[in-house]
């Protein structure tokens, strides 16, 4: 599988492999504590982190992305990209970050699950890639008939 960028644009990136997946934990309460109201954990809406060895920082899930934030993140020389679903409704969020140990590693952690299928397919982007090809070699073309 291919990895593309995912901000809207599309550029084409080197092949990745998943490293690793961690499955998000279950907090399991004692009988003998007390009621109280429930606050909503992060933990409780499905929390993924994919460790992938990539060049790009942006690799292509199939979603479509906006960019809300970034900062400096203690102990490490890469910044923390923050990222939310652009599809009405869908809350779902991801947090791009390369490990410090090892700059080959990005590490994408995704917060919910999406409330709508897959808004891009790769058949769009070998349309595109098909149309940049014909512009490309369409100069040469008439280059070639004199």
């Avoid at 090892?102 to 595109?128: A, L």
């Amino acid at each position: 599988m291919e990895a593309y960028p995912s901000m809207s644009s599309s550029m084409s990136s080197p092949p990745h492999a998943p490293l690793s997946m961690e499955v998000p934990k279950t907090e399991v309460q004692s009988e003998d504590r007390e009621e109280k109201p429930e606050k909503k954990n992060k933990s409780s809406c499905g929390r993924y982190a994919f460790q992938t060895r990539s060049q790009v920082d942006i690799l292509d899930d199939g979603y479509r992305w906006r960019k809300y934030g970034q900062k400096a993140v203690k102990n490490n020389t890469f910044p923390r990209s923050y990222y939310k679903c652009t599809h009405q409704g869908c809350n779902v969020k991801k947090q791009v970050q390369r490990l410090s140990k090892d700059e080959g590693i990005v590490v994408t952690t995704y917060e919910g699950v999406h409330s709508h299928p897959i808004e891009k397919s790769t058949d769009n982007f070998e349309n595109i890639l098909s149309q940049m090809q014909i512009y490309a070699t369409s100069p040469f073309d008439s280059f070639y008939q004199n």
